[in-house]
């Protein structure tokens, strides 16, 4: 048996963790640079608010709702995460984290104290929410396809209270029957359109439909979703999170920037997330892309990008930072007001395998960037990091309704005041 345990509105919920005030409430929370609505609480969520929507074009709605705003919090979220995946782990034997969100269960031989998995996921639920305050949806299936389609019911069909078992041919029939193709693990909108013309609506008749037909109209991966629906297990979790090809940092600028050191530091940042996400999964990098641009919106828009080679390939924040150091006059031009840079990795290999030349001259230093990830882990991102990171802070993002750091930052750690 499967299970996937998943936060509800989880940015949202997030930011009613530390402040009770706004339990209550409709609360959303905005992308990079306040610029859209990314997380939309279940109370927000009755008022029609569009998720993924420009923030500009339903400001006035929000307001006139009493909407509480809030700027992504993402060293608040990141926090929290690490705290419900960890309670989330003492209900079994082998847990998958898939996302900030989102971690799968697998039963492989473990027996719950509770025999019933529908009393089982409701202890999971209030023991999440004893301790991390956050309220997830549980669902459970003898595949992860069909865990995941548990988990909607769970969360987003009538006639569930956040748990949904999928253990029989009548409780996989009745969800499948209710659940809109699209909302099938691996489909989405795009492929939902293509199914629809061959009168493919629901997740049952997907289910239905011959695999090896699917197989050559479509592709192996959706025939694999149509076993899945079956209760044919053929994922593992090699295939539900595969090492990624290709890491990009990108972010856009609060304000306009012509300040070659603020462009400059972004740039520096970017590669040291790239780099830090590289030794996450063990990669090295042979080469990088750095670009930096001006807003499309500008009279003349200017965009300029170098590839860097390395020869050997690293994941060395330090080597990293010097390559864009030395890339830099090469992308920036005075009297451009850029609006947006970043750095991506490219032509990834992993570390375990790679085989140097016999006289290359070592850059990489794996003991110091494993010191430094470690540091970091324990003490909040950022904590540690080249000074080339630091030199100007003018190029950070607009966060406007930013709520506290309460977790990662010692002055915003939560106070209690008695009154004897």
């Known amino acids: 048996m499967y299970a996937l345990v998943d936060a509800v509105a989880f940015y949202a919920s997030a930011e009613k963790v530390f402040d009770p005030a706004i339990r209550s409430k409709p609360v959303v929370v905005l992308t990079n640079n306040d610029g859209c609505v990314c997380a939309v609480c279940p109370i927000a969520r009755k008022l029609n608010i569009p998720k993924f929507g420009p923030y500009f074009k339903v400001k006035q709605l929000l307001e006139q709702n009493n909407v509480v705003v809030r700027s992504s919090n993402y060293e608040l979220y990141a926090n929290l995460s690490d705290r419900m995946m960890s309670v989330i782990g003492r209900f079994c034997d082998i847990q998958h984290v898939y996302s900030i969100d989102e971690s799968f269960l697998h039963f492989n031989g473990y027996q719950p104290l509770i025999n019933d998995w529908q009393a089982y996921g409701q202890l999971i639920r209030r023991t999440v929410w004893r301790e991390t305050k956050l309220p997830v949806g549980v669902g459970f299936g003898p595949t992860p396809t069909l865990a995941k389609a548990a988990n909607h019911a769970a969360k987003k069909l009538t006639g569930f209270n956040g748990v949904a078992v999928i253990d029989d041919e009548v409780s996989r029939r009745t ?10 693990w691996g489909v989405g909108k795009r492929l939902a359109k293509k199914l629809a013309l061959m009168d493919i609506h629901t997740a049952w008749q997907l289910a239905e439909q011959s695999p090896k037909t699917i197989r050559r109209q479509f592709s192996v991966v959706l025939e694999r979703t149509i076993n899945e629906l079956n209760g044919i297990t053929c994922l593992n979790w ?3 999170r595969q090492d990624k090809q290709a890491i990009f940092s990108t972010r856009s600028f609060g304000k306009r920037l012509c300040d070659p050191d603020a462009v400059k530091t972004a740039l520096i940042n970017h590669a040291s997330v790239v780099a830090q996400k590289l030794r996450a999964q063990q990669s090295l990098t042979h080469r990088i ?10 009279h003349a828009f200017y965009k300029k990008s170098v590839m860097h080679q390395f020869d050997p390939p690293t994941n060395d924040t330090r080597v990293m930072a010097n390559a864009v150091s030395k890339s830099f006059e090469q992308i920036y031009q005075p009297g451009i007001r850029f609006y947006k840079c970043g750095v991506g990795a490219l032509e990834l290999s992993p570390q375990q395998f790679q085989q140097h030349h016999l006289f290359d001259k070592q850059t990489d230093n794996p003991q110091l960037m494993s010191c430094l990830d470690a540091i970091n882990h324990r003490f909040g991102k950022g904590m540690l990091s080249v ?3 630091q030199l100007n802070e003018r190029w950070h993002m607009n ?4 709520s506290p750091q309460y977790t990662t930052r010692w002055r915003d750690i939560p106070k209690i005041k008695c009154d004897l």
């Open 175 to 184: 969800i499948l029957q209710r659940m809109h193709c699209q909302d099938v």
């Open 238 to 240: 090699d295939d539900v």
């Open 289 to 298: 892309y750095i670009f930096a641009a001006s807003s499309s919106h500008e």
């Open 387 to 389: 000074a080339s990171s």
């Open 399 to 402: 966060r406007a309704f930013l």
